[in-house]
């Protein structure tokens, strides 16, 4: 079908239904917008709700992600964060590849739509003008012929008048044929208007019309398959996000299958596990025969005066720990006012703060050394003195890290046990604390008042503060054979080695390993043939030889 035969008389609605074809084109461009709109709000709501939702930095909440299941909906909130993201993905690529796209073309569309209607204009104004020519000749020939009729009709009459004078006859019979022909001349010129005004009447309605019409139909053809791309093109932007989106998914189911019931029921022993043994049987005490009546070894009283105090005493509060009030306050630097397995958590953690601490101060120095290496090498780049203070400062710093270290870590290797009693001095012991310092730990449950969340309180009657003999090495080394090297070791920090039986390193120096930690935090090196000594197992990297891994 072909507009410029089947609609040759069709100009005024061929040009109302192209413009509606514009107007459905723009309407299609506003609602892809709004579209993209809607998408870029529903991402900007998901990252709101994902980030109103995410634990907050440095507070209790953050704490509780170490459960499966909170680690889970972590996994989720992230991923729900990444699904809105491809949502953004969405809104952007309908906005570059439809909705910019779509406008320019309308643009395009209606400038070439001005065109072929003015072009259509133009020939139908052609043409009109021609039909104005062969009416304007056709009345000509008409009133010449009349005019014609009439001179004719006057000579005949003016020559059948006898009363006539022949010289008028003459002049008559002149003026009729000079009518006749004129009446000619203007047949001859409408012939020629007539034929001249068909062959454009038919150029107009077989060539040119059909031609402007064809290219508005090729137009609006243009036009139709072009909004039928864009709609293929909005449902392929959707679907090129489906498998990004099908992985985020598949991602929280993931997470949903990794949540460990018996992991969280761990943690939960982990974090509330005070590490005492549940009060023994309450012995029976007979009331019957009072002189002989003494008071039960098992029970819960206190038989310090030689007298027997009720269960609900206030000497027994530290059976009956579940339900003591809590005890408020900051607590002792060591954690003694925690059960142990909450205390040895406090110290490990406390440890491995201090750590990150001294590694990160140790970067620094070496950053600042790199620094000093190159102002001293290029003294234009800056002075190398300045950055000697700075060192100076980061070495005190160090210092007292490493020394706040090995506190912690001689109160963490008394709770592990890795401190020896002071009934055993042939064992080697901690140096970490002070020399005047003695031991008088008391782990008895009976001598501490403790509460559900884990803390709990000394007696007033007894010692509140943790007490750790000097470190004594035996001498079990001094008349021996020189032991065999069974690897190497090197030195992390600096040690100082005052207590007799130590040694002293520097950091990064290579030693010989002669004795593995026996469990007591203490590896025997030695430097050289009158040079050995311990040093703790935490201050050096050791690379033990094959041979002694496998014996």
């Not at 953004?88 to 796209?101: K, L, R």
């Not at 040895?344 to 050394?369: F, G």
């Not at 590896?523 to 197992?537: F, K, Q, S």
Request: charged content about 35%; overall charge negative; some cysteine.
């Amino acid at each position: 079908m072909s507009w410029g035969t089947e609609l040759w008389d069709q100009f005024d609605n061929l040009e109302k239904h192209t413009q509606w074809g514009i107007d459905v084109l723009e309407k299609y461009i506003k609602f892809v917008k709004e579209r993209t709109e809607i998408e870029i709000n529903y991402a900007k709501q998901l990252r709101n709700l994902s980030k109103k939702y995410q634990p907050k930095k440095n507070s209790k909440e953050e704490d509780e992600y170490k459960y499966s299941s909170c680690q889970a909906f972590l996994a989720t909130l992230n991923e729900m964060n990444d699904y809105a993201g491809q949502h953004e993905v969405v809104s952007e690529n309908m906005t570059s590849q439809i909705t910019a796209e779509l406008a320019r073309y309308v643009q395009e569309l209606k400038q070439e739509r001005k065109m072929h209607f003015h072009d259509g204009r133009k020939a139908q104004q052609h043409i009109e003008t021609c039909w104005k020519q062969l009416e304007s000749s056709k009345r000509r020939f008409e009133r010449d012929c009349k005019e014609a009729d009439r001179a004719q009709q006057y000579f005949e009459k003016m020559d059948a008048d006898i009363n006539v004078t022949k010289a008028d006859v003459e002049k008559a019979r002149q003026q009729a044929q000079l009518r006749h022909q004129m009446a000619e001349e203007s047949k001859a010129e409408y012939s020629s208007t007539l034929q001249r005004f068909n062959h454009e009447q038919h150029d107009h309605y077989h060539t040119h019309i059909p031609n402007i019409f064809q290219k508005i139909q090729e137009m609006e053809e243009r036009r139709i398959i072009r909004i039928g791309e864009s709609m293929k093109t909005f449902a392929e932007v959707d679907r090129q996000v489906i498998p990004i989106i099908g992985k985020c998914l598949d991602e929280i189911t993931k997470a949903a299958e990794s949540i460990d019931q018996k992991h969280d029921s761990k943690l939960v022993v982990e974090a509330f596990k005070s590490g005492f043994e549940p009060p023994g049987d309450v012995d029976f005490e007979d009331f019957t025969q009072p002189i002989k009546r003494t008071v039960s070894d098992s029970s819960l009283s206190n038989s310090k005066d030689g007298k027997p105090e009720s269960r609900f005493s206030s000497k027994s509060k530290g059976k009956l720990w579940p339900f003591i009030k809590k005890n408020k306050g900051g607590g002792p630097e060591d954690f003694s006012n925690l059960p142990p397995e909450q205390r040895r958590k406090k110290l490990q953690q406390k440890v491995d703060e201090l750590n990150r601490d001294i590694q990160k101060e140790m970067d620094q120095r070496d950053a600042l050394t790199k620094m000093k290496d190159v102002y001293i090498k290029n003294p234009q780049m800056g002075d190398a003195a300045s950055v000697d203070l700075k060192l100076a400062e980061l070495a005190q710093n160090l210092e007292k890290l490493r020394l706040e270290a090995q506190k912690f870590e001689g109160w963490l290797a008394e709770v592990e046990g890795r401190l020896p009693a002071r009934t055993e001095p042939a064992r080697r012991q901690s140096g970490m604390y002070e020399p005047q310092n003695t031991l008088t730990v008391n782990n008895c449950a009976q001598d501490r008042e403790s509460s559900p969340d884990g803390s709990y309180t000394e007696e007033p009657s007894q010692e509140s503060e943790v007490k750790v003999p000097a470190p004594e090495f035996d001498d079990e080394f001094d008349d021996e054979e020189p032991l065999p090297t069974i690897g190497t070791c090197k030195a992390l920090y600096t040690f100082e080695g005052q207590n007799e039986g130590t040694i002293s390193v520097s950091e990064g120096e290579t030693l010989f390993v002669i004795e593995e930690d026996k469990g007591d935090g203490w590896t025997r090196i030695r430097r050289n043939e009158d040079e050995e000594g311990y040093v703790p197992t935490s201050y050096v990297e050791v690379f033990l030889e094959k041979n002694a891994k496998d014996s």
